[in-house]
């Protein structure tokens, strides 16, 4: 690469968004990592800088289009003009249906499928003027149903229709966009869901193991990996596709 690439992560101080931003770097791009509070992406840019990789840590709601624009606005004054996109920022507010609030339904919407229109939005117009661009979009294995999960699942399904959307549109100006659908992945954000069940984190994760074909839980460097070969010059003819890193053939 003759002039470095700049890649937008959101949901970058944590988990799989971390992972990503990190494997970026390594692989030789500038890293804008986005996440609500500017302090919790701490973190991940120290990581990078350690590695001598170039990152900045940046504070915004990726619902919000104002703190959108603001975001990558200072990504192109700061590293410069971002032509990679990940759409990684989520939450979860699961329940059932009949207990599900249109605040649990709403909150999950904004972040996931209103952040990711908005970021997208955004970051095209520099992907345009480049000629090339790439777009990674977090989907889920949940997107083909989870009991407790219809807000997150019908985020998530979304996703990919966006995504493949996407695909056509910017196609013609030399950006792919793709999405990964992790299954179990091991990230803090399951704790809860251990805590919830009565059980230790280490026992949720043997249990979770058991129930997939490779025998393992996914780690947050499996998605990484996957976010780079999206990335990557090599998969310039690879758009609009649904990978499932889930360690099967089955959700």
Known sequence: MTEQRIAIVTGGARG????????????????AVIDLREEDTAGTVD???????????IGADVSDADEVKRAVARTVADLGAPTILINNAGILRDN???KMTEGDWDAVMGVHLRGAFLMSREVQKHQVEAKWGRVVNLS?????GNRGQANYSAAKAGLQGFTKTLAIELGPFGVTANAIAPGFIATDMLRATAERMGITFEQFLEGAAKEIPVRRVGQPED?????????????????????????????
Do not use: H, N, W
């Open 96 to 98: 059932l249906l009949f």
């Open 16 to 31: 799989i968004g971390a992972a990503i931003s990190k494997r970026l770097a390594a692989d030789g791009y500038a890293i």
């Open 47 to 57: 990581a990078i800088v350690a590695g001598r990789g170039r990152a900045l840590g």
């Open 140 to 144: 889920s294995t949940s997107a083909l």
């Open 223 to 251: 998605v990484a990996t996957m976010a780079s070969f999206f990335c990557s010059e090599e998969a310039g003819f690879v758009s609009g596709q649904v990978v499932y890193v889930s360690g099967g053939p089955k959700a």
